[in-house]
């Protein structure tokens, strides 16, 4: 017993050498990295130095010149200095790939290992090791010492199993803390190979890397949360983005992480196409004040806004919550054809007026309730946002009133007929009354103004009917009616914006504006 005790003891003691003798290597490498590091800010705080002073010659030229140098140099620089600290976590060693292409990144493309990578007596050596983390860093000789997570190189550290390993021999996990190297986990994606490295053979610290790092990425810090990533996340985070991605899960199985990836992911692959930036809509406050950090660390900042639902739209805030039953109704898919109409039937509210009058070419022309009411429905007819239609109905009235005057019937020349209803449209459109009669008519709507018609029962009795049952309308309209908007109504908001679109606004003439206090409409 005392034997086998002093046994293990001598075994304890060289695994634990091992392990202190390959955190050193991981330690030399990172010191090498954050030399590198402080060169490159060393150097993109030259060339701001640099362009400042260009601003002194004073030509355009050079001051757009400057200006787009000081731009560059600064975003690289806040780069830089937000990824300084804690941004290693991986290495993976690859056998020979393929081909011998090189990528941008100075990382061989080869996925798969060349023909006599291993040879027949089950050994083989190391061809290339690249080190992972949130940015890529390059040496002076352009060769990769830190390869970008989200770079197709670094793909093999997720992806990689022991029953499709690649080129990936061994798969290892750094944690580190600031500049210190803390500790190594070991994965060996093809276990009955012998490997070597430098002459040397190849060692392997620990076991089920994968596992510690997964239950390190559900702390509360999420630090260290690209490590963890395990094969089928990283699938859905480089997914084409041609259309939905749906991910399910239960708590803690990583969605959150995955989100945030993939939003950094397609930034990275596509940033022209996602040049208007990426929205994340987290459910609550504290979702957000908890990941608003993670993107950063992941090598992107300003690029992508996270959100509360209450946050969504902007000039509302809500935290209240409605009841189950009415957060149901209102989220519901029957919920959109229930906007949809209201979005219409809020154009016939605040005393529609029900006749045009105007004067054109020296006589009175008038369009009755019935006229106005089938011009209506067929603006209405159109696809287009209820707040876009208003120009298609503005020339139907122009239409209306044209086919009035006869003015149709006075020249067969097809230019002087185009001539002449050119200068009847101008003649119509600069009379007060048919400003403020479409102003009334046809009035900008805002989300905020529908959802406040909604609040009336029976108006969203009609707007429902068939849609939503009598109980459904009475506990919407009701929660409508309170001070203040909930979480569902912001929802809702979101939803009528797209609904109603907002209208451009064109400059308009002096005619055009004139004072419209005298009576435009009759009722």
């Not at 919920?335 to 007026?353: Q, T």
Request: proline content about 5%; aromatic content about 6%; overall charge neutral.
């Amino acid at each position: 017993m005392a034997a086998q005790a002093q046994q293990e003891t001598a075994l304890g003691s060289v695994h634990d050498s091992v392990r202190d003798r390959e955190i050193g290597v991981e330690q030399e490498h990172l010191d090498r990295v954050y030399r590198r590091l402080e060169e490159k800010i060393h150097e993109a705080e030259f060339l701001m130095q640099d362009a400042a002073k260009r601003g002194q010659v004073g030509t355009p030229g050079a001051l757009a010149e400057r200006d787009a140098q000081v731009f560059r140099a600064g975003v690289h620089l806040n780069r830089l200095n937000n990824e300084f600290e804690d941004f290693l976590f991986g290495r993976i060693d690859l056998l020979p790939g393929k081909d011998g292409k090189k990528g941008p990144d100075g990382a061989y493309t080869a996925v798969e290992p060349a023909e006599g990578a291993v040879r027949d007596d089950g050994t083989a050596d190391i061809a290339e090791t690249l080190h992972i983390g949130r940015i890529g860093v390059l040496d002076q000789d352009y060769a990769p010492l830190v390869i970008d997570w989200r770079a197709p190189a670094a793909a093999p550290f997720y992806r990689s199993t022991p029953v499709d390993p690649g080129r990936v021999v061994r798969r290892r996990v750094i944690r580190s803390k600031g500049r210190r190297v803390l500790g190594v986990e070991d994965d060996l994606m093809r276990p009955e190979l012998k490997a070597f490295l430098d002459g040397d053979e190849l060692p392997v610290i620990g076991d089920g890397a994968l596992m510690a790092a997964l239950g390190q990425a559900r702390s509360h810090t999420m630090r260290d949360i690209v490590a963890s990533i395990q094969a089928e996340q990283d699938l859905v985070i480089r997914a084409p983005a041609a259309s939905v991605t749906y991910v399910e899960g239960g708590p803690g199985t990583g969605k959150t992480a995955v989100a945030l990836h993939r939003a950094a992911y397609l930034l990275y692959q596509d940033r022209r196409r996602y040049a208007g930036g990426i929205l994340i809509v987290s459910p609550t406050p504290l979702l957000v004040a908890y990941t608003e950090g993670v993107l950063p660390s992941l090598g992107e900042e300003g690029q992508v806004a996270i959100r509360a639902i209450g946050s969504l739209v902007d000039g509302a805030e809500a935290t209240l919550y409605d009841s189950p039953s009415v957060a149901r109704a209102k989220g519901s898919y029957r919920m959109l054809k229930v906007l949809r109409k209201a979005a219409r039937g809020a154009l016939e509210l605040n005393d529609s007026p029900q006749r045009l009058r105007v004067v054109a070419f020296g006589r009175r022309l008038e369009l009755e309730a019935a006229e106005l009411e089938r011009i209506r429905r067929t603006a209405l007819g159109g696809t287009a946002p209820v707040n876009l239609l208003r120009p298609r109905a503005r020339r139907l009235l122009l239409d209306a009133l044209w086919e009035q005057s006869g003015g149709a019937t006075r020249h067969s020349d097809p230019e002087l007929a185009a001539e002449l209803r050119s200068s009847f449209d101008e003649d119509v459109t600069s009379e007060d009354a048919f400003v403020g009669f479409l102003d009334a008519w046809w009035p900008e709507l805002t989300p905020q103004h529908v959802l406040r018609a909604m609040a009336d029962e029976k108006r969203l009795g009609r707007w429902a009917r068939r849609i939503l049952n009598p109980g459904e309308v009475r506990k919407v309209a009701r929660s409508l009616r309170r001070d203040g908007h909930s979480v569902h109504d912001i929802a809702m908001l979101d939803e009528l914006q797209a609904t109603l679109g907002v209208p451009a606004r064109p400059g308009r003439s002096a005619s055009s504006t004139r004072s419209t206090s005298s009576p435009v409409w009759r009722s």
